[in-house]
Nanobody, 123 residues
């Protein structure tokens, strides 16, 4: 069983930055592909970014490329999402997710999810 706890959300003005963290309670964190997803009010949950098990490969949705950076520290069982140049359309609940050996299919079928953290970007 994997437990994921997100933190770092909040209210920020457009153009500002936030860093989200996700701490995983699992023995073999490096066995899991990690992803960030988000869900805005009235919309479906969408993929934001993912990082491979070693941290060597990252993936992003087009709308956040160049603004968001996903990274992980396997020694700390933690994955991060650095969000810069935030826009009002980035407002959503952000979820951390884990997928066992999921590097080849990083968009879907994540096994474990956190409870989410709210990010609100004001204009």
């Amino acid at each position: 069983q994997v437990q994921l706890v997100e933190s770092g959300g909040g209210l920020v003005q457009a153009g500002g930055s936030l860093r989200l963290s996700c701490a995983a309670s699992v023995r073999t964190f490096s066995s899991y592909t990690m992803g960030w997803f988000r869900q805005a009010p009235g919309k479906e949950r969408e993929f934001v970014a993912a990082v491979s098990r070693t941290g060597g490969t990252t993936y992003y949705r087009d709308s956040v490329k160049g603004r968001f950076t996903i990274s992980r520290e396997n020694a700390k069982n933690t994955v991060y999402l650095q969000m810069n140049s935030l826009k009002p359309e980035d407002t959503a609940v952000y979820f951390c997710a884990a997928k066992y050996y999921g590097d080849n299919h990083y968009l879907t079928d994540y096994n474990y999810w956190g409870q989410g953290t709210q990010v609100t970007v004001s204009s």
